[in-house]
């Protein structure tokens, strides 16, 4: 079960997918609404979504996961000026 907050605080009626806000506060499972609600720029506090301070994975992924080099941005090429 997921918790969607509304940006408007103490928001209370009527939200997406036929949610009902009281207090800037509805519950859904629907995994749409959330995904619309985290678009939006809703808060959720879902259950069922790992903690944000979990380690990254040391498996597989753990090269994807590595720090990248900062490198500088490379430069682009000239616009091309047509003369005649």
């Given at each position: 079960?997921a918790?969607?907050?509304?940006?408007?605080?103490?928001?209370?009626?009527?939200g997406?997918?036929?949610?009902?806000?009281?207090?800037?506060r509805?519950?859904?499972?629907?995994?749409?609404?959330?995904?619309?609600?985290?678009?939006?720029?809703y808060?959720?506090?879902?259950?069922?979504?790992?903690?944000?301070?979990?380690?990254?994975d040391?498996?597989?992924n753990?090269?994807?996961?590595?720090?990248?080099d900062?490198?500088?941005?490379?430069?682009?090429?000239?616009?091309?000026?047509?003369?005649?």
């Amino acid at each position: 079960m997921a918790v969607i907050i509304a940006p408007v605080e103490g928001y209370s009626g009527p939200g997406v997918g036929g949610l009902t806000f009281a207090d800037g506060r509805a519950e859904t499972d629907s995994e749409a609404v959330i995904a619309y609600a985290r678009r939006h720029g809703y808060t959720v506090e879902d259950d069922d979504a790992p903690a944000e301070d979990t380690p990254p994975d040391s498996g597989d992924n753990a090269a994807a996961n590595a720090p990248q080099d900062d490198k500088p941005a490379g430069r682009s090429r000239p616009k091309s000026t047509k003369e005649g």
